[in-house]
């Protein structure tokens, strides 16, 4: 009588251990997940070998049909591209890929990058890319003929990368011939689908 009732305590004891075991297993798996999906994407190769597969939407330009016009980085980093403006008319533009200050957050990789249209201007943005997609679709313009000194990631968290710029431009009224010679140091992040300065934030 005593062995059975010793023996059937030690198999509900089992039991329990056993449902304890798959309990902790689950959560250690969601946790993961939790982690891999709510803070970090995890890129298919290293930074350097993913830039030249990015797809850029160049800013401020469409063709002919109202469509955003897109480009692919590639090794060169740099090079022409053209779109149709109608008619049987292209425009021609060039752009260059920054590798050099590319940086990698938790779901975006930051990066410079210059557009000319055509005329005398060049123009520089800081480009936000998705990780998931590695398509670079929001972009803030930091000027014309600007100099980048350094992009680095200031703060890294599952919903605010923060990318902090430091550059230089020309002060108002200075002749564009001049040299950049202001310093501009400025925080961007995602902000609800938006690449933003961060002191405007907490504004929109």
Same mark, same amino acid.
Request: proline share 2%; aromatic share 12%.
């Given at each position: ?32 997940n939790?982690?891999?999906s ?11 070998? #993913? ?9 401020d ?11 692919? #980085?590639?090794n ?26 590319? #940086? ?101």
């Open positions: 009588m005593i062995i059975q009732v010793f023996h059937q305590r030690f198999q509900n004891f089992s039991k329990a251990y056993k449902y304890l075991l798959i309990l902790f297993a689950v959560s250690i798996i969601f946790g993961c939790q982690t891999q709510g803070e970090f994407v995890k890129l298919d190769a290293p930074l350097k070998d #993913v830039l030249p597969k990015i797809t850029l939407v160049v800013p330009q469409t063709d002919v049909k109202g469509d955003t016009i897109e480009i692919t #980085v590639g060169s980093y740099s090079g022409k591209a053209e779109y149709s403006i109608g008619n049987g008319e292209t425009k021609e533009f060039q752009y260059h890929f920054y590798k050099q200050h590319a #940086v990698e957050g938790n779901k975006y990789i930051f990066a410079i990058v210059s557009y000319n249209w055509g005329g005398s201007g060049t123009f520089y943005y800081l480009s936000a890319i998705e990780k998931t997609t590695l398509k670079g679709d929001k972009e803030i313009l930091l000027g014309d003929r600007v100099k980048i000194n350094n992009l680095a990631l200031k703060k890294l968290s599952a919903t605010s990368d923060i990318a902090s710029l430091n550059y230089m431009v020309r002060d108002s009224g200075t002749s564009m011939i001049e040299k950049p010679d202001k310093l501009i140091e400025q925080d961007f992040t995602i902000h609800q689908g938006k690449l933003l300065d961060v002191k405007f934030v907490d504004k929109k």
